[in-house]
Structure formats: C-alpha cells, structure tokens
C-alpha cells in the first residue's frame, strides 16, 4: 500500500462521512439519525458529517424495510461507494423487516440485499445506540486495509469484535 492510499485511509478513519438512506420507514429512526446531528449529541465534533452523495461516503446508514422497489435503489447506492465501506441497519425494519416482515411486499432487512456489519436494534433505535454502531462501524473500517493497490479488503471481524465487547473497560468515569 503506497503512502498516499495510507495516507487517504487514515484520513477517512478519522473523520467517516455518513449517508443515510430510508427505504420506507415510519420516520421514527429517521427522527433518531438526525438528532445524533443536533448540538445535544453533536456528533460532528467527532468529524463524522452526513452527506448526500454515495460516492463520497464511508458508512451507509438504512432504516426501514426493504421492498422489490427500494432493493434496486439500495444495491446502487451501495454499489457507488468506494472502498472499505461499512453498513449500519438500524431499527427493527432495517434489522429484521419490523412489523411489517410478512407484508407480500416485504423483502425483510437490510442483509436481504446487501452485507451488514452492524445491527442498532429498537423500534426507534436510540441516538446512543445508533452513535455506537456508527463507532463499531469505524472499528471494522479500521482493519480492513489492502495489502496492495489491487488486493480485494479483507475484515479483521475477530478484533472488531473485542473493541466492542470491551468498550465498558475503556470509558472514563467521572
């Protein structure tokens, strides 16, 4: 790996840009989202900015059911974003399909079209728990780095893993 696709994968790790994309949610965890980016929880400190545009972004964020309609969508999004990129399914839709899992129309989650690497349950999922995927979603984007240019990202899922299984260890009390 040359120095300046280091250089670009530090810099990504340390301020992830976020887009956020409802497949047909009820608003709620939509709500949830956008109060992660009020000054109570100002989760822009920390350099993490939502943006619009696939092609620039290092985490995809989905809420809400999946659908034959929205799946298309979803898989182009996905598709757009460069590499390492993380996915976040966050509430009982996005995880599972929520309530409306046996509707004809229904795919069932986010996975059913595209890998997940963190699942924020709740109905709505809140801002904490959506604020601590994101951080476990920056941990898997942390380990996975190409060895060379050409070599497909490979997950460290084991080191993840322990990072989040250990975060009580690692806060501060005060």
């Not at 400190?45 to 809420?63: E, M, T, Y």
């Not at 059911?65 to 929205?70: F, G, I, L």
């Not at 979803?74 to 996915?87: F, G, S």
Request: hydrophobic content about 40%; some cysteine.
């Amino acid at each position: 790996m040359g120095f300046f696709q280091e250089l670009l994968h530090k810099s990504r790790m340390k301020s992830p840009w976020l887009i956020h994309f409802d497949c047909g949610s009820c608003n709620g965890c939509d709500i949830e989202v956008l109060a992660c980016l009020t000054p109570v929880y100002d989760v822009e400190r920390f350099g993490v900015l939502n943006i619009g545009n696939p092609k620039h972004a290092d985490i995809l964020v989905v809420s809400g059911t999946v659908n034959p309609r929205n799946a298309k969508v979803l898989k182009n999004i996905y598709d757009q974003m460069p590499e390492p990129k993380a996915v976040i399914a966050i509430g009982a839709c996005g995880t599972s399909g929520g309530v409306f899992r046996e509707a004809y129309n229904v795919l069932g989650g986010v996975d059913k079209v595209i890998p997940v690497d963190v699942y924020v349950p709740g109905c709505p999922s809140k801002p904490e728990a959506i604020i601590d995927g994101v951080v476990l979603a920056l941990e898997k984007l942390k380990v996975r780095k190409p060895e060379k240019d050409t070599e497909p990202l490979v997950a460290d899922l084991k080191k993840a893993r322990e990072f989040y299984e250990n975060r009580e260890e690692r806060q501060v009390t005060g």
